[in-house]
């Protein structure tokens, strides 16, 4: 299959460090694995990307195009109503909110008839989250065109790692990310303090960028954290390899529309994810199975799960196998051989 894979987003440059970057490189890469011809766009104007697509399929016919939508872009769906070929929408955000809420974005009804356009003319809206494609499904698109699809990881480069059957050291607690309001750092931060005062043998480490030190100073011995800066993500697995366990510590008010990377990630390796109550996370963590669950925002229950994980080692023991288990299940590589055994049944159909 000859597959466009269309990217208009201005903050998205292939090869950098953010966590979309490494979804759209994620999935073109998947694509590849399954069999795929990927045909990559990343201009940012929509003339060229429109001059593009009709150079491209003029050569030799595009079979669909595969587009990681961006806030006010619609070369890619006018392409594809033109010409008959397949649209498939990945929506990782409800964008226009973001923009009103943060960046001044007007909301004008020019705006809001052209990104309708886009969302009803696609022959496949994925949505990262169930709050997603809330967003997605008031826009009157029709509910069977909507997948809800949370982010996946590479299983091949994302594998267990092997464990000592017995004592091995200080219990690790992992954080990977940027420093941002929204992840709790220092929610994270008490919690581990409030290990150490109970007296387990615990290490903090954290991976990514930040001034991680100014929420830890004072609180957490140095002998005690370990920050390793950004790496290439082809080196993150063997970082977040170390932890025992990741805790999330989203607020209670934080938007509930997210599907970390960080979170397969760290259950591929083996880490037991502790995570609060919120959006889709129970999704992918089933309490006590995969995982603990907490009320978000109660730092109680956070010390609470954590210390059941670093006691109990029958059950820290069952958590890694049901992690790694559901990672196995969202791949990549998993969810593009769903999108394109649907799209050879649509060129399939006389």
Known sequence: ??????????????????????????????FERCGAEVLEIDEKDAAEVD???????ANSAIDAVYERYALGC????????????????????????????????????EAVAQETA?????????????????SVLA????????????????TERFVPRRRPAGPSGPFVLGFHGRLRPWHGFPMLVDAFAALLE?????????????????????????????????????????????????????????????????????MAVGAVPVA?????????????????????????ALVAAVERVIVDRDLRARLIEGAVAVAQRHSWRALAEEVLADLRRVTAAP
């Open 74 to 109: 619609d070369a890619a769906s006018r392409f594809c109503a033109d010409t008959g070929v397949p649209h498939v929408l990945e929506v990782n955000a409800p964008l226009m909110e973001e923009a009103a809420a943060h960046r001044d974005f007007v909301v004008s009804p």
């Open 51 to 57: 001059d593009r697509l009709r150079r491209l399929h």
């Open 198 to 266: 109970r007296g387990h043998d615990v290490r903090l480490e954290v991976v990514g960028q930040g001034e991680f030190e100014e929420a830890l100073r004072g609180r957490v011995p140095e002998s005690r954290w370990t920050h390793t800066e950004w790496v290439p993500h082809d080196k993150v697995a063997s970082c977040v390899a170390r932890f025992d366990a990741l805790a999330l510590t989203y607020a209670p008010d934080a938007p509930c529309y997210f599907s970390p990377l960080k979170l397969l990630e760290a």
């Open 139 to 154: 826009r009157g698109v029709d509910p069977g065109a909507v997948w809800v699809r949370g982010n996946g990881v590479d």
């Open 118 to 134: 886009v969302y009803r003319g696609a022959r496949l809206v994925i949505a990262v989250s169930h709050g997603v494609a809330a």
């Open 276 to 300: 609060p109550r919120l959006g889709d996370l129970p999704d992918v963590v089933e309490h006590e199975r995969s995982g603990l669950l907490y009320p978000a925002g109660d730092l109680p």
């Open 1 to 30: 299959m000859r597959l466009a894979s269309v990217n208009q987003d201005r903050g998205i440059r292939p090869g950098a460090a953010k966590g979309a970057a490494v979804h759209l490189a994620s999935m073109r890469e998947a």
